[in-house]
């Protein structure tokens, strides 16, 4: 008896390993294969590059929603989100430093993400900016907006606490950051929210 059970014991592991093994040969031939595409393509994306999507929830009784996709290429950090469900006109858009989304009204991602511990600002300002002030950007009449950003001063999850952006939160306001107001631009409601998590 027992050693009948320990001969199916040692299939099942032989089982498993082999289906380690073939797991791994996928994933190695799926990265050749997207290199290759990407070489007649203008596409950024390859398979050895780090890429979160997720979405925005809404916020604060608001309708504001959508899709973030950050992707880590190069040294190079591109954010994109698509949000809809807002007011015609300009909203700000930030880092805050928790990836905590339970709060009705956002807050539960704490201020600015700030690791530089330096004051709010427009991004790139000699006066100082945070690493979560991305900025602003426009909805239009149909409450539809975009905004791309670019930076190699972020990464993500390479465990560097000034630039790793894991762990923290994307929050859209109802309003504009003023890039003056401290501490975070005077941007009014948190309207949408996402957390970061790997
Ligand atoms: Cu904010
Ligand atoms: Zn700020």
Redesign the pocket.
Known sequence: MKKVSIAIMSLAVLGLVSCKDEVKEKEVTEEVVVEEVTKNTTEKVVAKDKKLSFELYPKSDSEAKGKVVIIEHEGKVYFTAEIEGLSEGTH?????EKADCSSDDGKS?G??WNPTFTSHGKWGSEDGYHL?DIGNFEANARGNGVIDFTTDQWCIGCGDEKKDIVGKAV???QGV?DFVSQP??A?GA?ISCAAIIQ
């Open positions: 700000a858009i930030h880092l805050h991602t201020g600015h979560g929050i859209v306001h950051d975070s631009g941007a948190r």
